[in-house]
């Protein structure tokens, strides 16, 4: 084990004469040597509503801050030009106006894990100062183009806007029932920036990590060189994997993920980590990051995922013996026979792209070691115990000696799935045993983290004289990156959901997921569901077409009910009539929108709810009544093991317990931390709702039974433990999902501009927890829906394996100025047994959106759409 070596910390470099200034009328001094405005507000006077979601690039607007009563984004702003300006952040905001405005965004539902909404408020102060209730709404959206909201779809943050800048009265009240649209959880101190995420927590004594990372995407490393690194002001140490007591390796499904990268280890993307700098600041730990040394012995990186599967071909990953992750098949009838009989047949072949989740928050942790050599960590991972197992197993300690707290993190969309700075901060806490905190920026955050699968997909399929779909053939390859995440679950849901809602007589599906040295792709909204929908919807037109009836007739005809055999043999309940009532209630608005000579597409999809394939999912709760109330006057603790990230999985439990307790919903306080064993698995597959709910319920079933006593757990439990695995001989008819979403989605396109002009969605979510919450959801899902449509794209360099995406603003993010109109239905088809009927929403949101706007551009120039972004230059760029 390597010895931690500290250097001398009194060499900090001179930070030159202070910067005088005010902030909220205050006048201030600060260090010289910041990079800029944030940095100091942040990190020496501790003011952090505005919050650091890409410093130093300026294009997330999180920052945003008013100086001389002008809205500026403050990671632009070079500390000294501040000199002698007055600074205004929404702390110092009057107390009147704060209210306003976390009233409105409270209310309207503006805002979802809230981490771009202080920046937002600020910039709409700024224009509410100009032009009072005179703003309009299309000019505000266009100031907003200097922020991004990954969440909302902007419709509701708009609303919130113009509810202030209008002086309407809102009441903001938190539900009190299961159906009520009541106001989220925490909704107006998110709103003002009050309750902080990991980055705004400062605990005594508290230093900063950084990591470095490789140079290159395959390659063993021969040396690593500290010593510049050691030598550094205000280094405390450098650690290597040599330093790591226990395991190396980490990962939700396989243990193959290396937390670090040993002498003599192979590298295997351009994410994984060489060492962690320890130092007095984070800027302090970066700089020292950079200084480290490392000799490589290059390889040629493993980039195309076809060429990887040919014989011969290197083994991309360190550690593996094969490129290929993962086969997920099945096959039911005779298709050659079926294509062959059909009157109409189509093969095409479909290539969606790698999409980055652009989470406003960056990636953060901090561990705080104890006395006694137990660690508490604080976390915005989307499954905690995962998060505890894995660093007690690296640590070589007993998992009762780690304990993760949840701090409901600033988005995630199944980015936050996989460790990212967890392990690293773990070791660097446990070995200097002082509190540590790690914040990657922007860069190293896309540089780590899964992101959407790219799957090519060939699909043939056919169908008779009256357009009823007779046989479907599917062969698709996934790019899942190096190390596994959940890539084989990803390309195992997009074999399941290939056929879409729809019932076919015959299947044959073939999906592979290939390991290469590209960027690690696991979890993301949709989960492989969206990509193979995107094919069969485009199947599905093409067939329409040939058989001279409307995209909703095909649909209608082929669409699945209960009673019918789906996909991969699954014999559907009376849940999946939730795809016919999606259908039927859009037929008029589609009848209208095409009786109006509008280019119009549609698209029907289905997404499970939970894991399914077999797969045991246990969800605990407690109920627990205190003596005395906290500070707030809460008495009644609801732990639950769901990771909020803005999809309102905190409200959710909160309207369960005030609804079968009967109490008052601002008696609840929600608590997700390890101290209880209550989770099982990720925060993912849709399932959060319902899994919450069950359990919830049934811990409020035991307190009543038991008379609700004070400073007793009441634990209740929701378990799912009928399904199938997909492919399995022993079950020739799987259950494979207990629960489904479904929803229909229309595009319509101007046909004079060629632009889209409006979306309508409608979705059945089974029963909607908090309509408030569940459209705000259908909304964002639809805002990321068409940028994965129409422009966002996270390609790679096929020489490096390096992402040539280094910003925000290079995604392709579709900003709220060129936003479509958004239309939402909710409908509710109970699911059997689940608890209240809910189904989910989280993720069939996007599922039929890039169809839909495939087939209205068909509609509008005559051309089939094959490959995903259909517009790449839409979302604008780095230019």
């Known amino acids: ?106 209310a309207c539902g503006g805002l979802q894990c809230g981490f771009c909404i202080p920046g937002i408020v600020m910039r709409a102060k700024a224009q509410i100062d100009k032009k009072g209730a005179d703003l309009k709404r299309e000019d505000m959206a266009r100031h907003l183009g200097a922020h991004l909201c990954r ?14 800048a209008c002086g309407s009265t809102v009441e903001p009240q938190l539900a009190n029932t299961v159906g009520g649209a009541g106001v989220k959880y925490e909704a107006a101190e998110l709103t003002l920036g009050d309750r902080g995420y990991i980055d705004d927590m400062r605990v005594p004594g508290m230093l900063h990590a950084a990591l470095h990372l490789t140079d290159h995407a395959r390659a063993t490393i021969v040396a690593i060189d500290p010593a510049a690194a050691l030598a550094a002001p205000g280094v405390h140490a450098v650690l290597t994997a040599d330093d790591i007591p226990g395991e190396l390796m980490v990962g939700i499904i396989y243990k193959d993920w290396p937390v670090m990268i040993p002498i003599a280890g192979q590298t295997s993307y351009a994410g994984d980590v060489l060492a962690i700098v320890v130092a007095e600041t984070r800027e302090l730990a970066r700089a020292a990051a950079k200084l480290i040394h490392v000799t490589y ?89 995962d998060d505890r197992d894995d660093i007690a197993r690296m640590l070589g300690m007993d998992n009762s000696r780690v304990t993760v707290t949840l701090v409901s993190n600033g988005g995630a969309f199944g980015g936050k799935e996989d460790m990212c700075n967890q392990a690293h901060t773990a070791l660097a806490a446990w070995w200097i045993k002082r509190p540590v905190k790690c914040t990657i920026s922007r860069e190293e955050s896309l540089r780590m983290h899964a992101k959407r699968h790219p799957i090519t997909l060939e699909y043939w399929a056919g169908c008779d004289t009256d357009g009823r779909l007779t046989g479907l053939r599917v ?66 037109d093409r067939l329409a077409e040939q058989v001279g009836i409307s995209g909703w007739e095909i649909r209608k005809r082929n669409v699945i009910h209960p009673g019918e055999i789906w996909g991969p043999g699954q014999v559907m309940d009376d849940g999946c009539a939730g795809a016919d009532l999606c259908l039927d209630t859009m037929k008029p608005m589609y009848d209208e929108a095409r009786a109006a000579g509008k280019a119009v597409g549609l698209g029907l999809g289905l997404k499970n709810s939970g894991l399914g394939n077999g797969f045991r999912e246990v969800s605990r709760a407690v109920i627990h009544f205190l003596p005395i109330p906290d500070a707030d006057g809460r008495d009644i603790e609801v732990r639950h093991g769901w990771t909020e990230m803005g999809q309102g999985v905190h409200t959710v439990a909160l309207q369960v317990a005030a609804q079968e307790l009967g109490v008052d919903p601002n008696r609840i306080k929600v608590i997700v931390d390890t ?21 919830v319920l049934q811990a409020c079933n035991k307190a009543k039974d038991a008379g609700c006593a004070i400073g007793v757990d009441y634990e209740g439990e929701h378990l799912v433990d009928w399904t199938q695995k997909i492919g399995d001989p022993e079950h020739p008819q799987p259950l494979i999902h207990a629960a489904f979403g479904y929803a229909a989605q229309m595009a319509i396109v101007d046909r004079e501009t060629g632009l889209i002009e409006k979306m309508v969605a409608v979705h059945d979510v089974g029963k909607a927890v908090n ?36 910003t925000l603003r290079s995604l392709g993010i579709i900003r709220p100025k060129d936003m479509p109109t958004l239309e939402v239905h909710i409908v509710e088809v109970p699911q059997p047994r689940s608890p209240f009927g809910i189904k989910g929403v989280g993720e069939i949101g996007l599922v039929p959106t890039a169809p839909a706007v495939a087939a209205a551009l068909h509609e509008y120039d005559g051309q089939w759409r094959n490959t995903l972004p259909m517009r790449p230059k839409f979302g604008g760029g780095d230019d």
């Open 1 to 106: 084990m390597t010895e931690t070596l500290v250097s001398d910390v009194s060499s900090n470099p001179d930070p030159g004469d202070p910067v005088a200034f005010t902030v909220n009328g205050t006048p201030v001094t600060v260090r010289r040597d910041h990079p800029h405005l944030l940095s100091a507000l942040r990190d020496e006077l501790d003011i952090t509503s505005p919050k650091d979601g890409c410093a130093p690039s300026g294009q997330c607007g999180c920052c945003t801050v008013m100086i001389d009563g002008k809205a500026v984004v403050s990671c632009q702003q070079p500390i000294a030009k501040i000199e002698g300006k007055s600074v205004v952040t929404l702390e110092g905001v009057d107390s009147d106006e704060r209210n306003r405005f976390a009233n409105a965004f409270a």
């Open 151 to 164: 969440c909302t779809g902007y419709v509701k943050v708009l609303d919130a806007i113009e509810a202030v």
């Open 297 to 385: 012995d290059v390889m040629t990186p493993v980039t195309d995922p076809v060429a990887a599967l040919t014989e011969g071909s290197p083994v991309a990953v360190w550690g593996t013996k094969s490129n290929v992750l993962s086969v997920s098949e099945y096959a039911r009838g005779d298709v050659d026979a079926a294509l062959d009989a059909s009157a109409f047949t189509v093969h095409e072949t479909f290539t969606t792209q790698r999409i980055e989740h652009a989470f406003l928050e960056p990636e953060s942790t901090l561990v705080v070691p104890n006395e006694d050599g137990t660690l508490h960590v604080y976390s915005g991972g989307q499954g905690v115990w």
């Open 675 to 695: 101290t209880r064993e209550l989770g099982f698995g990720q925060t993912t597959g849709s399932r959060g709702t319902l899994m919450a709910a069950g359990s």
């Open 475 to 540: 062969r698709a390859i996934g790019d899942s990156g190096a190390y596994a995440s959940v890539g084989m679950k990803v390309l195992e849901r997009a074999a399941g959901h290939a056929s879409g809602p729809y019932h076919l007589p015959t299947i044959d599906v073939h999906a592979t997921a290939v390991r290469t040295n590209n960027p690690i792709c696991g979890a993301f909204r949709g989960f492989g569901a969206n990509q193979a929908q995107f094919g069969m919807e485009g199947v599905l």
């Open 771 to 806: 309509p408030l919450l569940c459209e705000g959801q259908i909304e964002g899902s639809l805002h990321m829906g068409l940028g994965y449509a129409l422009s966002e794209q996270f390609p790679h360099d096929p020489e490096t394996g390096f992402p040539t995406n280094t």
